[in-house]
């Protein structure tokens, strides 16, 4: 299995995941398969040391890295995530990802993705900012409005994309926003960006349900993990005609077959952190949440939670990926063997890239433009790359997740092809 030195993926692992999706992808590509190995080696992985100083005046250092998958179509484009569990397997793998949702969008970009080896929860907010701003310096080398423009992943948000925007201007000398995404509105960002994965979730699961004839009113809606992608699409769904049936988050999990008062949960997780205790629905097993008689399923907080046991078991005819990779290859398998469809995260969730991309454009022009005009572009965007893919489907028999692939990977390499091998 492994295809480079540093790194040995298995079939589940981030790297040999995405290996399982290119080798399927293959057989679709025609001519352009002579290029196919491409896609299976990041075109650049940096590893940088990142040592600071800390508050109780010892030295600690950290490992992080930036990895450029792919460069063909754009500029890189992808988060910074800070997790003690990142590693440079998983970061390629995220960044190649990134490269398929850029492409699959059409958005104007390459893939990249970058992340540092860290828990922030053990680190002061001085402390958290000493790393960011060093680690920014050392990818400095390689990141840029025209080059890589990072945005925020797990465990990274705006203020940390305003600390990364004010160091690599410092370093340039010169007010660079278009250098990060996700920035606060005051140093560029953009209106939209933060409901924008929630709000895409909601508008490709609205096209799927059209598609599949499941009518949006009274539609049966489960959704785990209720934090910013999946809070945002349950209000969307609900404010629709839906009915949320069952949320689970990392305190436990509800269910109210009537749907739940969307307002008085989101006032309780407000206040109390969670879904656990809300008086509006009972609460039920964690592992109950799989057995939910629903229409739509939507896994919305961590990768891996579709195993092929818990595929076995599901009561859904549409799981709509909101979280990066929640489907296992071996779930995906079952799933596709039981007829239930799967829209891919690399569709499901590309609202937030696409504001993004928004974002980018609107510190290039130094213009900015409404939330409804951002929210009218995000709709036609990605609601038409769906459709691409979708017919893709239709027309080579294929699931969603490999028709995205298909359509992703065909304009990689037709821009890989176009323009040629330097020298
Ligand atoms: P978040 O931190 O706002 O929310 C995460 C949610 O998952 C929380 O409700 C948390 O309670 C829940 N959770 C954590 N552990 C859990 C567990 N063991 N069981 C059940 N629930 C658990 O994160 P987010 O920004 O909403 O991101 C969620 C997913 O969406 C991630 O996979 C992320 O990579 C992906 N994603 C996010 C964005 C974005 O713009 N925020 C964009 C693309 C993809």
Same mark, same amino acid.
């Given at each position: 299995m492994p295809n480079l030195s540093f790194v040995s993926p298995t079939r589940n692992s981030p790297w040999g995941t995405y290996l399982s999706q290119i080798?399927?992808? @293959?057989?679709?590509?025609?001519?352009?398969?002579?290029?196919?190995?491409?896609l299976r080696r990041p075109k650049r992985a940096l590893i940088v040391d990142v040592p600071i100083?800390?508050?109780?005046?010892?030295?600690a250092h950290f490992e992080g890295y930036r990895v450029q998958h792919s460069?063909?179509?754009?500029?890189g484009?992808g988060g910074v995530r800070y997790h003690p569990d990142v590693t440079l397997e998983e970061v390629m793998a995220l960044s190649a990802w990134m490269t398929i949702k850029?492409?699959?969008?059409?958005?104007?970009?390459?893939g990249a993705k970058g992340g540092i080896r860290l828990d922030p929860k053990t680190l002061?907010?001085?402390?958290l900012?000493?790393v960011t701003?060093r680690y920014t310096?050392e990818i400095? &080398?390689i990141i840029?409005?025209?080059?890589d423009?990072p945005a925020p992943d797990v465990n990274t948000?705006?203020?940390i994309?305003?600390?990364?925007?004010?160091?690599?201007?410092?370093?340039?000398?010169?007010?660079?926003?278009?250098?990060?995404?996700?920035?606060?509105?005051?140093?560029?960002?953009? !209106?939209?960006?933060?409901?924008?994965?929630?709000?895409?979730?909601?508008? &490709?699961?609205? @096209?799927?349900?059209?598609?599949?004839?499941?009518?949006?009113?009274?539609?049966?809606?489960?959704?785990?993990?209720?934090?910013?992608?999946?809070?945002?699409?349950?209000?969307?769904?609900?404010?629709?005609?839906?009915?949320?049936?069952?949320?689970?988050?990392?305190?436990?999990?509800?269910?109210?077959?009537?749907? *739940?008062?969307?307002?008085?949960?989101?006032?309780?997780?407000?206040?109390?952190?969670?879904?656990?205790?809300?008086?509006?629905?009972?609460?039920?097993?964690?592992?109950?949440?799989?057995?939910?008689?629903?229409?739509?399923?939507?896994?919305?907080a961590l990768e891996g939670q579709?195993?092929?046991?818990?595929?076995?078991? !599901?009561?859904?005819?549409? %799981?709509?990926?909101?979280a990066n990779g929640p489907?296992t290859p071996?779930?995906?398998? %079952?799933?596709?063997?039981?007829?239930?469809?799967?829209?891919?995260d690399?569709?499901?969730?590309?609202?937030?890239?696409?504001?993004?991309?928004?974002?980018?454009?609107?510190?290039?022009?130094?213009?900015?433009?409404?939330?409804? @005009?951002?929210?009218?572009?995000?709709?036609?965007?990605?609601?038409?790359?769906?459709?691409?893919?979708?017919?893709?489907?239709?027309?080579?028999?294929?699931?969603?997740?490999?028709?995205? *692939?298909?359509?992703?990977?065909?304009?990689?390499?037709?821009?890989? @092809?176009?323009?040629? !091998?330097?020298?």
């Open positions: 080798d399927a992808v @293959e057989p679709y590509l025609g001519h352009l398969a002579r290029w196919v190995e491409t100083e800390l508050d109780n005046g010892t030295i460069l063909t179509r754009g500029p484009k850029n492409a699959a969008v059409n958005l104007p970009y390459g002061s907010k001085k402390e900012e000493k701003r310096s400095g &080398i840029g409005p025209q080059q423009i948000n705006g203020q994309m305003a600390w990364m925007m004010d160091t690599y201007s410092m370093n340039t000398g010169a007010t660079a926003t278009g250098v990060v995404t996700g920035k606060p509105i005051p140093l560029g960002g953009s !209106l939209g960006r933060v409901a924008a994965t929630g709000r895409g979730v909601f508008v &490709i699961g609205r @096209e799927a349900m059209r598609r599949l004839n499941i009518q949006m009113e009274g539609a049966r809606i489960a959704v785990q993990g209720f934090g910013n992608v999946g809070s945002i699409a349950a209000k969307l769904f609900a404010a629709n005609g839906a009915r949320i049936v069952a949320v689970q988050d990392h305190t436990g999990t509800i269910l109210n077959e009537k749907g *739940f008062d969307m307002q008085n949960l989101l006032d309780h997780v407000a206040q109390t952190g969670g879904v656990a205790g809300f008086k509006g629905g009972d609460a039920i097993a964690n592992a109950d949440f799989w057995k939910v008689k629903s229409d739509v399923l939507v896994p919305a579709i195993t092929a046991e818990r595929a076995q078991g !599901l009561q859904t005819r549409l %799981v709509l990926e909101g489907t071996d779930g995906d398998q %079952v799933l596709s063997d039981r007829g239930i469809v799967v829209v891919p690399v569709i499901a969730n590309s609202g937030g890239v696409t504001v993004s991309y928004f974002e980018w454009v609107q510190d290039f022009s130094s213009f900015f433009w409404t939330e409804d @005009e951002i929210n009218v572009r995000l709709d036609k965007i990605i609601t038409g790359a769906f459709k691409h893919i979708w017919e893709t489907s239709e027309q080579h028999r294929i699931n969603l997740r490999t028709a995205a *692939f298909v359509v992703a990977c065909t304009r990689v390499l037709e821009a890989r @092809e176009e323009r040629g !091998l330097y020298p």
